[in-house]
């Protein structure tokens, strides 16, 4: 499966922006997705995942609370809607599709495949 995530802009701080994440390829197989980000001179970071059947999520510290994982399974889409957000949630956004599907969570980017280019979020402050 292969994923790809839009939705990225340039906002003020405490605004909103929801990101989507598609999938294409073998969506009919059971896959969790994450999504992660990298800001500027920095790692590759875990933020948010939510399980195949959507029933259940997971998030990163720094985003419990601002942040909302969602799946509509029809549709093969995942959202991230981000509330408040602060500049240091300035990077780049990527979602991918978890290797296993027993596993959970899986908050390491090695466990995950099927990235697509990410989508750039900016908050001014």
């Known amino acids: 499966v292969q994923l790809q995530a839009s939705g990225g802009g340039l906002v003020q701080a405490g605004g909103s922006l929801r990101l989507s994440c598609a999938a294409s390829?073998?969506?009919?197989?059971?896959?969790?997705v994450g999504w992660f980000r990298r800001a500027p001179d920095k790692e590759l970071g875990f933020v948010a995942a939510?399980?195949?059947?959507?029933?259940?999520?997971y998030y990163a510290d720094p985003v419990k609370g601002r942040f909302t994982i969602s799946r509509d399974t029809v549709k093969n889409t995942v959202y991230l809607q981000m509330n408040s957000l602060e500049p240091e949630d300035t990077a780049v956004y990527h979602c991918?599709?978890?290797?296993?599907?027993?596993?959970?969570?899986?908050?390491?980017?090695?466990?995950?495949?099927?990235w697509g280019q990410g989508t750039q979020v900016t908050v001014s402050s």
């Open positions: 939510i399980n195949w059947s959507g029933d259940s999520t």
């Open positions: 991918a599709a978890g290797r296993s599907d027993i596993s959970w969570p899986q908050i390491f980017s090695d466990e995950y495949e099927g």
């Open positions: 390829g073998r969506t009919y197989r059971r896959y969790d």
